[in-house]
């Protein structure tokens, strides 16, 4: 079993900063991409940004020069810095973790969600 902890989402003014943490444990042999993903009221989920092993990142151009993700390996825990955050930014954010776990004595790859954490941006 592998479980994903979230936080640092919260209300939050416009132009201000939030820093979302979410740190993997259990079962988990390696970890590949890492990335933070969000869904608004009524509106389909969205990749926000993911981060390789190497450090390779990849953003959602509306997020640009805007968040940054993190990663520490040795912690298995996937960061967002979220700054110059606006209205539009309001959604359900998620971490995601591509790991190599033991289930039923087999070894292998999978998808893991995080439960979610509100951000709300709004004056």
């Known amino acids: 079993q592998v479980q994903l902890v979230e936080s640092g989402g919260g209300l939050v003014q416009p132009g201000g900063s939030l820093r979302l943490s979410c740190a993997a444990s259990?079962?988990?042999?390696?970890?590949?991409?890492m990335g933070w993903y969000r869904q608004a009221s009524e509106k389909q989920r969205e990749r926000v940004a993911t981060?390789?092993?190497?450090?390779?990142?990849n953003y959602t151009d509306s997020v640009k020069g805007r968040f940054t993700i993190s990663r520490d390996n040795a912690k298995n825990t996937v960061y967002l810095q979220m700054n110059g955050l606006k209205p539009d930014d309001t959604a359900v954010y998620a971490c995601?973790?591509?790991?190599?776990?033991?289930?039923?004595?087999?070894?292998?790859?999978?998808?893991?969600w995080g439960q979610g954490t509100q951000v709300t941006v709004s004056s």
């Open positions: 995601n973790v591509f790991a190599l776990t033991r289930e039923s004595g087999l070894l292998r790859w999978r998808n893991y």
């Open positions: 981060i390789t092993t190497g450090g390779s990142t």
């Open positions: 259990g079962s988990i042999f390696s970890i590949n991409a």
